[in-house]
């Protein structure tokens, strides 16, 4: 197919009695039988339904991109958000003094989201440490390395392998909600 499709919705749909499922992708439409692609395929069929499966692919990893990055902008939105409604809670709270109750807007989902994308920044740091480690010390890579560790104590090699696990530990506090 030469020409994307400019708004593509991807239907699934399983069949009544059969273990069989029809996929269609449609330009926006939510009825099947608009589709511009379409294929009908059961687990013991293997006709040519693998190329608009292949399609189907292509467009539902498209879409799930374009999600992610709507859910990446809310959630900075919300964590804005969160962060105004702190700000304004503590000014209140001076302006009020002991009159001031603060009942701050829970978000957990937010919050959620936000560790991971902090545990995840740590994640590509212990990435680049352990290839570091590895390099600097010529070890093929980096579990040689830590298991060479109990053969020079005190050196520069436990220090730094040392530190890469606990920012292994670390990026596990974060996904807990730990270090906010």
């Avoid at 939105?77 to 002991?98: I, T, V, Y």
Wanted: proline share 2%.
């Amino acid at each position: 197919m030469s020409n994307k499709i400019e708004n593509p919705v991807v239907l699934i749909h399983k069949r009544e009695n059969h273990d069989s499922y029809e996929v269609a992708i449609t330009n926006g439409s939510h009825d099947y039988y608009d589709g511009l692609l379409m294929a009908s395929v059961s687990p013991d069929e293997a006709d040519n339904s693998f190329a608009v499966f292949a399609m189907v692919g292509y467009y539902m990893a498209a879409e799930i991109e374009k999600l992610r990055a709507q859910r990446d902008a809310l959630a900075a939105e919300n964590a804005a958000l969160k962060e105004s409604e702190r700000a304004f809670d503590a000014m209140c709270a001076e302006e009020h003094g002991d009159n001031w109750v603060s009942e701050l807007t829970e978000t957990p989902a937010t919050d959620a989201f936000l560790a991971e994308v902090r545990a995840q920044g740590v994640d590509a740091a212990i990435e680049a440490a352990k290839n570091l480690v590895a390099q600097e010390y010529e070890y093929k890579d980096f579990k040689a390395a830590q298991s060479d560790c109990c053969m020079h104590p005190g050196s520069d090699l436990v220090g730094k392998v040392e530190m890469t696990e606990w920012l292994v530990d670390f990026a596990a506090q974060l996904r807990k909600g730990g270090n906010q």
